[in-house]
């Protein structure tokens, strides 16, 4: 190995090693707090002034990092952030945290992975690794960054070191931390995957080595394709079974009983979050520039897409039956959040319901504990409270998120009728 490889596995058996966070997000922050709990310095790096002036006051913006944890790091002198990029020039290690969302053609938007690249082929000098973390697809550390880094006249594997480790965090799962969930890692050379891997050693349980960065980068894309298209293989078994009058709950249930050959998934609103709704787009993209069409992934992602819209009638037909059209009815939404008890909205169907019903002319509540201001593009409501009087004001509700602390017995028993989404409630007796 060259001497500044040498000099990085010696700060990683020693903690002396400065690790720079750019992005102080999702997954920027908990890694921070775990990297200052192996006893490493980290300085955080974010464009969002009121994110950084947090962080150095000892506060969280995260649900899943708890504001003692940040506020510890802080005091012990071991976490600051900063929206300084000229300090890129500090850390021995970076890892690169930034959101990697779709444009509205669905093609991969990279621009904050450019931007932050830039930051650092600025400051980039003899002796550091950067690991990029945010999702993307396959190729995008060699083909886009390694040039990029190598303008400055170093060479890769020897003055500095590249790598990919794809991010693996699951909002509100209180099992699987960034600690304890295995971590793939993947490098331009053998000696950037081993740098990586020493560093991270001492704050992940389990490292995962694979032997390029396009390896590393097509796990994530896998991991979230493979939920993506069963999800969307389950969700239209439920309009299956809704055609053919059969309970699609039932069936599940008992195909689960199988001990071999079945992975147990249940329908729903949609598909939220960062990864699920994204991930797949990725591949499916970087394999149209190569001539190839990945139709079953896409058919997947066309299926859940419609999952909103395949509820909203189901609201629709409720309310029929009723004797009210969609038009002046109030319609309660239940749940805002992606995912069971947290307050990430990002992605989730539940906001194209709403605006599916408000086009449709319906007046438009909702409820949700953790998220008590909906803002996001032509929506922008509050939560109200589920009290006898505004459940009893609803013509109909809709059940998207099913909340640990949401009552759905009192919802049913106040509400004329009730889509549920999510099966929350129980199923009516044979």
């Not at 309009?239 to 001990?259: F, N, R, S, Y």
């Not at 992975?263 to 970087?286: N, R």
């Not at 149209?288 to 079953?296: A, E, G, H, I, P």
Request: glycine content about 6%; some cysteine.
């Amino acid at each position: 190995m060259s001497a500044p490889a040498d000099a990085l596995l010696a700060k990683a058996r020693d903690r002396s090693a400065l690790f720079g966070i750019v992005g102080l997000g999702y997954v920027g922050l908990p890694l921070a707090v775990e990297l200052t709990r192996a006893g490493y310095r980290v300085l955080g790096f974010d464009v969002n002034q009121a994110v950084v002036d947090l962080v150095n006051a000892g506060r969280s913006h995260i649900q899943d990092v708890p504001a003692a944890a940040v506020a510890r790091a802080v005091t012990e002198g071991k976490f600051s952030a900063t929206t300084d990029l000229t300090r890129l020039t500090e850390p021995d290690a970076i890892a690169i945290c930034v959101p990697t969302p779709l444009s509205k053609t669905k093609d991969p938007d990279v621009s904050y992975v450019l931007s932050a690249t830039e930051s650092v082929k600025r400051a980039l000098r003899r002796g550091q690794l950067v690991i990029l973390e945010s999702t993307t697809y396959p190729g995008t550390t060699r083909e886009l960054m390694l040039p990029a880094l190598q303008s400055t006249g170093l060479t890769v594997g020897q003055d500095f070191f590249l790598a990919f480790s794809p991010e693996r965090v699951d909002p509100g799962n209180p099992r699987w931390n960034t600690r304890n969930t295995p971590k793939v890692v993947g490098g331009i050379t053998e000696t950037c995957r081993s740098v990586t891997m020493a560093l991270y050693q001492p704050a992940i349980e389990t490292l995962v080595p694979v032997t390029s960065t396009e390896a590393a980068e097509l796990v994530k894309i896998l991991e979230n394709t493979f939920r993506s298209v069963n999800i969307g293989l389950v969700n239209e078994m439920a309009i299956v079974c809704d055609k053919l009058g059969v309970d699609v709950w039932e069936v599940i249930d008992a195909a689960a009983t199988k001990p071999f050959g079945f992975m147990k998934f249940t329908p729903g609103p949609g598909v939220g979050g960062h990864c699920i709704p994204l991930d797949p787009h990725y591949l499916a993209w970087k394999m149209r520039t190569l001539n190839y069409r990945t139709r079953f992934i896409e058919l997947a992602g066309e299926i859940n897409a419609e999952m909103p819209e395949y509820w909203v009638a189901q609201v629709v037909a409720q309310l029929n039956e009723q004797g009210k059209a969609a038009r002046g009815s109030t319609v309660l939404v239940v749940g805002v959040a992606y995912k069971k008890d947290i307050d990430d909205i990002r992605e989730s169907p539940a906001i194209d319901i709403i605006r599916l019903l408000q086009q449709r002319g319906a007046m438009v509540v909702y409820h949700d504990p953790f998220v008590p201001h909906l803002k996001e593009d032509t929506v922008d409501l509050r939560s109200v409270p589920l009290t006898p009087a505004q459940l009893g004001a609803a013509d109909c509700a809709i059940i998207v998120t099913d909340h640990s602390a949401v009552d759905y017995a009192l919802v049913a028993r106040h509400v004329r009728r009730v889509v549920d989404t999510r099966h929350v409630l129980p199923r009516p007796s044979a």
